[in-house]
Nanobody
Framework: VQLQASGGGLVQPGGSLRLSCAAA????????MGWWRQAPGKEREFIGT????????YYASSVMDRFIISRNIAKNSLYLQMNNLKTEDTAVYYC?????????????????WGQGTLVTVSS
């Protein structure tokens, strides 16, 4: 499975941005696909994951009211709609795929990772 994240850029505080993740390869074993981020000097942080074959999405509490994850199975694509962005949302954002249907907030659950796309929130 290969993942390619895109859509990052510079956005002002309060603005919105939509990230995309294109998946390629054999996705048969994928159970969940989601987003993580890593700010400078910090550990990689879980944002949220959606079931690839089931309608179930799990978010980190820190973004639940601002970020929305969606997917398009036909296009093998995952999306992250980010609203009301804050300076602390500045980070490299990664999409990742898991072959498990539990522990989606654990880094070790994910076998496949994209290369990351940089989001900078600044005025």
């Amino acid at each position: 499975v290969q993942l390619q994240a895109s859509g990052g850029g510079l956005v002002q505080p309060g603005g919105s941005l939509r990230l995309s993740c294109a998946a390629a390869g054999n996705l048969f074993s994928v159970k969940g696909m989601g987003w993580w981020r890593q700010a400078p000097g910090k550990e990689r942080e879980f944002i949220g994951t959606t079931g690839w074959k089931i309608d179930s999405t799990y978010y980190a509490s820190s973004v639940m009211d601002r970020f929305i994850i969606s997917r398009n199975i036909a296009k093998n694509s995952l999306y992250l709609q980010m609203n009301n962005l804050k300076t602390e949302d500045t980070a490299v954002y990664y999409c990742a795929a898991s072959e498990y249907d539990t522990d989606w907030n654990k880094h070790r659950t994910y076998k496949f990772w994209g290369q990351g796309t940089l989001v900078t929130v600044s005025s």
